[in-house]
């Protein structure tokens, strides 16, 4: 039985194998057919390729290359100049990463790049995935090699009914036993070069997939239904009013948020609220001489207006009036957190977007003026 399986295996990733050598993306990192991998290329290109596309990573790397073309060039630059040459491509801790590793691995491996995973893992910003591709890609060693596309291959392959995030361990042990006996990094660059190519994420090519052959899902309009999506909950609600307070000239007023947390430091409207019941009135007010708010003729604008932050959704209630400005400001202090802006300058003011999605409104309302 075990033999049966072994051959299964074996006929699965010749096949991809075959197909591997006929499609393959000609990438500048990767060896010619016949050619020794490159190690530097190889670890400097998964470095950039996290969390970065092919398509975007390919400039950078021929730049990089260019300029350093060895571990050691990279070790002996200037940070400032490797940082330059990063730009665009976003995550800096990548590039430091990349400069302290460059030192490490001139300074304790002669230049060279380890073979050995254990090795690898000890480096900045080298995790398990990037170890275990430097080690199959490189050097040609057993390595099972799972990324994004991988377990999306995987899921469909077996048609696993639970999300990833459930199933990376399953996902694992499939990939394992479907390793090749030979050509380690050939085969984690097909498994690649297939999710990107032919297997993707939204419509699966799957007549002209090899190994629809071994796939539960091949070729019916399911495939593309997997992985199966994590049921996202339901953000929480919130509800917050901000005050649009214009003075005589309709200036707005705004105010430095000196609460911590969201928005901390930020110039902002001044609100009430971020309940996460609807339970705030008009009353609600919030600066000095409150009491003397009371009577101001209050518009409440109850068109639905909504931000969407990391953790919550927060909905917004805006509570227009005009001010006597004497009314609003009490000592000193108060005198240098609020300021009245004219309207022509609030585009050179640093808010925050919420802030700038209320102003709009109030625009596009003609409460105040663009
Ligand atoms: S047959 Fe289709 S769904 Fe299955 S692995 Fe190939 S492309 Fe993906």
């Known amino acids: 039985m075990n033999k049966i399986k072994t051959n299964i295996s074996q006929i699965f990733s010749q096949k991809l194998l075959f197909w591997y050598d006929n499609n393959r993306r000609n990438l500048p990192w990767r060896a010619q ?13 998964e470095i ?15 730049r990089f290359i260019k300029k350093w073309p060895s571990i050691q060039n990279l070790a002996n630059a200037d940070f400032d100049e490797i940082s330059l040459y990063w730009a665009g491509l976003g995550y800096y801790r990548r590039a430091k990463n990349l400069h302290e590793t460059a030192n490490f691995i001139s300074k304790n491996f002669e230049g060279k790049i380890p073979s050995s995973k254990k090795l690898l893992l000890t480096l900045p910003g080298i995790g398990e995935y990037t170890a275990s591709a430097i080690i199959a890609i490189a050097f040609n060693k057993r390595s099972n090699v799972v990324d994004g596309n991988v377990e999306r291959i995987f899921s469909r392959l077996f048609k696993i009914e639970k999300p990833i995030k459930d199933t990376k361990k399953e996902i694992f042990n499939y990939s394992e036993k479907y390793l090749p006996k030979k050509r380690y990094g050939d085969y984690a ?9 032919i297997c993707t994420p939204k419509s699966p090519r799957c007549t002209l997939c090899p190994i629809i052959d071994f796939c539960r899902v091949g070729g019916t309009v399911n495939a593309k239904l997997y992985p199966k999506k994590q049921i996202k909950n339901k953000k929480p609600e919130r509800f917050g009013l901000f005050y649009c307070l214009l003075n005589e000239n309709g200036d707005i007023l705004i105010t430095i948020n000196k609460n911590q947390g969201l928005l901390a430091n930020m110039n902002v409207l001044p609100s009430v609220g971020w309940y996460e019941e609807k339970k705030f009135t008009k009353n609600l007010l919030f600066i000095p001489k409150e009491e003397s708010l009371f009577n101001l003729e209050w518009k409440i604008i109850e068109k639905k207006l909504i931000h969407i932050f990391t953790h919550f959704k927060l909905n917004i209630s805006i509570a227009v009036a005009r001010i006597d400005q004497s009314l609003l400001l009490g000592d000193e202090s108060d005198i240098n957190r609020y300021k009245f802006v004219k309207t022509k300058d609030l585009n050179s003011i640093a808010l925050p977007s919420l802030i700038k999605k209320i102003i709009k409104h109030l625009q596009d309302e003609n409460i105040i003026l663009n």
Do not use: C, H, R, W
């Not at 020794?36 to 290329?41: I, K, T």
């Not at 950039?48 to 021929?62: A, E, G, S």
């Open 33 to 45: 057919p016949g050619e020794v991998s490159n190690p530097y290329f190889v670890y400097l290109s």
């Open 48 to 62: 950039m390729l996290q969390q970065t596309v092919v398509k975007t990573v390919i400039p950078y790397f021929l």
């Open 189 to 197: 660059q097909a498994l690649m070069d297939l999710g990107s190519l």
